[in-house]
């Protein structure tokens, strides 16, 4: 064996490692957490990436092979869940991603049932299969890039800035390089680069992460308690931005950001994430916004000089820039749809 060979299963021994001992941990200390359980599931697609090449290079065709390198290329449809989940503290995934994502599977899925029906490769398929690999890594590290503002967990928006950009930036890295010299198409010392890089990688997230002792990083969501009810004895901070939100209702204006909700208190930024974050309880900005957009929403819901005021005009009224948000923020608080709601009142 080569010492290039040597090298090469060294690495990949050191990565897996790092990522089963990343996933346990997060098993161990946050499984509570949708966006831990989907961090296992996208580091257990990134192993099976590392672990693929080794069974594809001894039997390309494999059942065992093809199956592992199937897994493997649902990576970035992995780490796209994860951002969704991890930095919009969602309670659920919904349906439409997993659609998405269940349509994207298939395509392996074919490729695989095709290779042991006629004994060829598809291209087409492989072509579609990594289309779509680059569009979800792409989608992946937009959601980490878009809300970045909104985040008031401090030790997460640290990281994400960083480690995020890290992990999607090895997935199109490794996207590339499959499209530009193949899995076992000469390009061996190029691979063996790319292993070297993951474990550099691995090591740097899981260093990141064991550093971080905020058990808040990958905490369940945790409702916060709606305006008029924060707990006795608020700071003065607190009390004047509850009776700027209530009087002067900035959470109706589009598009208002924390900086400019700063600005209207003549704060700085980082005293008001604090106070959001530390002290009301919020883990970002957005669901602080929709805490004083429901309430007005049900006060709405439930006059009855409003009964004939439509929905989504009471949700855009209150600041909700469309329905589909207002709806899923409506069913997590309430546990309930609008309609159910406002029918409840009326009895």
């Known amino acids: 064996m080569s010492g290039l060979a040597v090298l090469d299963l060294m690495v990949r021994g050191g990565s897996v490692t790092l990522f089963l001992l990343w996933s346990w941990l997060l098993w161990r200390d946050h499984r509570q957490a949708l966006a831990a359980r989907m961090a296992i599931v996208m580091n257990a697609t990134i192993i099976c990436y590392?672990?693929?090449?080794?069974?594809?290079?001894?039997?390309?065709?494999?059942?065992?092979?093809?199956?592992?390198?199937?897994?493997?290329?649902?990576?970035?449809?992995?780490?796209?869940?994860?951002?969704?989940?991890?930095?919009?503290?969602?309670?659920?995934?919904g349906w439409r991603r997993w659609a998405l994502v269940a349509a994207f599977v298939a395509l392996p899925i074919y490729q695989i049932?095709?290779?042991?029906?006629?004994?060829?490769?598809s291209m087409a398929?492989?072509?579609?299969?990594?289309?779509?690999?680059?569009?979800?890594?792409?989608?992946?590290?937009?959601?980490?890039?878009?809300?970045?503002?909104?985040?008031?967990?401090?030790?997460?928006?640290?990281f994400r800035k960083s480690v995020i950009w890290l992990i999607g930036g090895f997935v199109m890295w490794v996207n590339v390089i499959e499209m530009l010299v193949g899995r076992n198409g000469g390009g061996a010392t190029?691979?063996?680069?790319?292993?070297?890089?993951?474990l550099i990688s691995?090591?740097?997230?899981?260093?990141a992460l064991y550093g971080f002792a905020n058990p808040e990083l990958f905490a369940a969501q945790a409702s916060a308690p709606a305006?008029?009810?924060?707990?006795?004895?608020?700071?003065?901070?607190?009390?004047?931005?509850?009776?700027?939100?209530?009087?002067?209702?900035?959470?109706?204006?589009?598009?208002?950001?924390?900086?400019?909700?700063?600005?209207q208190l003549g704060e700085q930024e980082y005293r008001l994430r604090r106070l959001i974050n530390g002290e009301l309880g919020f883990r970002n900005f957005t669901a602080f916004l929709n805490s004083y957009r429901l309430t007005e929403v049900r006060e709405a819901l439930a006059d009855p000089d409003q009964r004939e005021v439509p929905i989504l005009t009471i949700a855009l009224d209150a600041g909700f820039?469309?329905?589909?948000?207002?709806?899923?923020?409506?069913?997590?608080?309430?546990?309930?749809?609008?309609?159910e709601y406002r029918a409840a009142r009326a009895v």
């Open 50 to 93: 590392i672990v693929s090449s080794l069974l594809s290079d001894a039997h390309p065709f494999g059942l065992h092979a093809m199956i592992m390198d199937g897994i493997s290329v649902t990576a970035p449809a992995a780490f796209w869940l994860f951002a969704h989940v991890w930095f919009s503290d969602s309670k659920e995934i």
């Open 113 to 121: 049932i095709h290779i042991r029906l006629t004994g060829q490769f």
């Open 125 to 158: 398929c492989w072509i579609g299969v990594h289309i779509g690999m680059i569009a979800f890594a792409v989608a992946g590290l937009w959601r980490a890039w878009a809300d970045r503002d909104n985040d008031l967990v401090e030790p997460r928006r640290r």
């Open 190 to 198: 190029l691979r063996t680069v790319t292993e070297i890089a993951i």
């Open 202 to 207: 691995t090591f740097v997230v899981s260093a």
């Open 227 to 263: 305006p008029g009810q924060r707990p006795a004895a608020p700071s003065p901070l607190a009390t004047r931005l509850q009776t700027h939100m209530l009087a002067e209702r900035p959470y109706r204006m589009e598009g208002l950001t924390i900086a400019a909700l700063a600005a």
């Open 321 to 339: 820039g469309s329905l589909g948000p207002f709806n899923r923020a409506f069913r997590d608080a309430e546990g309930m749809t609008p309609t």
